[in-house]
């Protein structure tokens, strides 16, 4: 469905753009845009032209061989002409291709380097879905409108050749056919647009009759519509819908009819007064049949090179459209600086302390801040745990401390200055992170811990496997450390449990080797011997650097030097576990709660525990 926002830029500035891509990518392209509509418009005056000169030899009485020989010629010349428009049409794909997938990348690259609170904006996610589309096929806009100019051209071309071909025969004749040809495509193209303007109605019915046909056919509502009966209900909602369906479609063939009956009265008449016209020429100033044939053919095909303008203009407005979408989404504006933004050195032997200043947060559209009033100062090589229930904000402050996200209220200070100030992919370099939802590649073992293809060290990379203890894992694998990962793109990669998955991901962490070590629910995955084998190593695992663990199981605190207990969006506690646990508050309670479902596994006491800690639940966005 066609977003009605009026487009930033109209169908010329589009194709300047393309010609402009085109020029940097490939550019053969609008050459053989000009050369393929000049061949495809010689080639359909040669095959008007080769009746009415052959008529005409006839009735001059040339010599056979002569005749033979006009024969030959007009052959060859359609045959040279035929075979250079399938060659051009041919070749000439390649180069769209690739200007179509050189925008495909644009846009992939956009949406790889955007900044971080694009991702969270439903415009920006809405722009990008139309951009993709546009980018999509062959059909779509961002190669299709080459074709499209080819044949606004090949009818321009052709409009003009004709235009001097008639313009001995009286011009009310040339008036005529303009204006019926004109009358004619306005006509049938409001007509036919009911179809367009219905788009929706019809969108309904065929969405109805899938989900039926979906849930009809899938394996999962098998058992329901035995048990409950359910396959008379939705034959009934299918024959309904289709007969609504069947109801639609006949009332737009009865519009559709009308468009044929207009065309066919202005054909009638254009043609009628022609051939009338034509006829007074021959009986009243002797006009040869040869030149009759010339001019009826000429007038037919000066109607379809005026139609097909106007056909291919309307067509290439709505590809601009399309175009304009995918030049909207390339220019999005970024709320953060990059190469604009000052260098920033993320040497891993320098020291870095982060600051938050009296910093809140709160989500775009959101009712209430997520994050109110935090000062929070980070030190160098300080080992700090943030905790507390789902809900209390620690994910976005992880977020705010990363720089994924810019605080609606305060400062987030890199050695005392505004991140916003750097380029914001040097400051990115200054961590390493596990998060929750983090992301494996369809990879080698070794290309998932070092990020890269080549110039991978592999002791390091081993090293980095026996902190997360994966070492024994990684041996047992059939091509050890060149073991794909994932099946979707190598038939013989493994598919990690998710303590695999997690501990790998550690490893890739601590390859990078940054200033600042994240780690986002880093155990989430693992059983508790494993959960507690990380523990044990967290320490040589963070040893130099700065680290940040969130967690919400509180286990984890005991091996860092500070911890903030959040709750509600502000820090609510912070101190060490002994000092917390006299303090005898939140962070008290909920480490009581934690211990006596770990202690009281299966009891009643149990279940009220978990109860107590998943009652407390939070929003979607911490």
Not at 415 to 424: A, F, L, P, S, V
């Amino acid at each position: 469905m066609k977003d009605h926002k009026k487009s930033k830029y109209n169908m010329w500035q589009n194709t300047g753009f393309m010609l402009k891509t085109a020029w940097e990518i490939c550019r053969s392209v609008p050459f053989l845009v000009v050369i393929l509509a000049a061949v495809t418009a010689g080639k359909t005056t040669a095959e008007m032209l080769i009746a009415p000169v052959l008529l005409g030899q006839v009735e001059e009485k040339v010599p056979l061989w002569e005749l033979v020989w006009s024969i030959v010629g007009f052959s060859a010349l359609l045959f040279l002409l035929s075979g250079l428009c399938a060659y051009l049409t041919d070749n000439s794909l390649f180069g769209r291709i690739t200007v179509r997938l050189n925008l495909l990348r644009r846009i992939d690259t956009k949406v790889a380097e955007t900044s971080y609170p694009n991702t969270l904006d439903n415009d920006f996610i809405n722009s990008e879905d139309k951009a993709l589309h546009s980018c999509s096929s062959n059909s779509q806009a961002t190669e299709s409108i080459w074709r499209t100019w080819t044949d606004i051209l090949t009818n321009v071309i052709g409009f003009i050749v004709y235009l001097l071909l008639l313009s001995g025969l009286n011009p009310w004749l040339m008036v005529i056919v303009v204006v019926t040809a004109v009358a004619g495509y306005f006509v049938n193209k409001r007509i036919n647009g009911w179809g367009y303007r219905h788009r929706e109605e019809e969108a309904a019915y065929i969405e109805k009759m899938d989900y039926v046909n979906r849930v009809a056919t899938k394996r999962t509502h098998a058992k329901d519509i035995r048990i409950f009966g359910l396959r008379d209900w939705l034959e009934d909602v299918w024959d309904r819908t289709l007969g609504l369906y069947r109801s639609f479609i006949a009332r737009r063939e009865g519009i559709y009819l009308w468009s044929n009956v207009v065309d066919l009265v202005l054909t009638f008449m254009r043609n009628g007064i022609a051939y009338a016209y034509l006829i007074w020429l021959a009986l009243e100033q002797g006009l040869p049949a040869s030149e009759f044939l010339l001019y009826f053919n000429t007038v037919s095909g000066f109607t379809q090179w005026i139609t097909g303008i106007l056909e291919k203009f309307s067509v290439l407005h709505t590809q601009s459209l399309d175009i304009s979408a995918v030049r909207e989404f390339l220019e999005w504006p970024e709320p953060f600086k990059f190469d604009d933004g000052e260098p920033l050195d993320a040497d891993p032997g320098k020291s870095h302390e982060i600051r938050l200043e009296d910093v809140s947060y709160r989500y775009p559209y959101g009712d209430e801040d997520i994050l109110s009033h935090i000062s929070l100062t980070i030190h160098p090589g300080e080992k700090l745990a943030v905790v507390g229930l789902n809900g209390a904000g620690k994910t976005t402050l992880v977020r705010l401390v990363c720089g994924f996200l810019d605080p609606t209220h305060g400062r987030v200070l890199l050695n005392g200055e505004d991140i916003r100030k750097y380029d914001r992919r040097d400051y990115y370099a200054l961590f390493s992170a596990v998060f929750q939802d983090f992301s494996i590649l369809e990879a080698s073992v070794a290309q998932n811990v070092a990020q890269r293809v080549n110039g991978i060290d592999e002791a390091r990379v081993w090293e980095c496997l026996d902190k997360a203890g994966m070492t024994r894992t990684v041996q047992e694998l059939p091509s050890g450390l060149e073991t794909p990962v994932g099946r979707q793109v190598y038939e013989d990669g493994v598919e990690l449990s998710g303590g695999q998955t997690q501990r790998l991901m550690l490893a890739r962490a601590l390859y990078k080797n940054a200033p600042v070590i994240l780690l986002d629910e880093p155990t989430a995955a693992l059983d508790p011997i494993a959960e507690n084998d990380i523990y044990m190593k967290y320490s040589e695992m963070t040893h130099g650097r700065t680290s940040l663990f969130i967690s919400h199981r509180l286990a984890s605190t005991r091996f860092c030097d500070r911890i903030l207990f959040m709750e509600h969006g502000k820090i609510a506690e912070e101190g060490t576990h002994a000092s917390l646990m006299a303090l005898d508050g939140g962070y008290a309670h909920l480490f009581q709660v934690q211990s006596r479902y770990y202690q009281d596994k299966g009891t009643d006491g149990d279940a009220d525990a978990f109860n107590e800690l998943s009652g407390k639940g939070g929003s979607c966005h911490e």
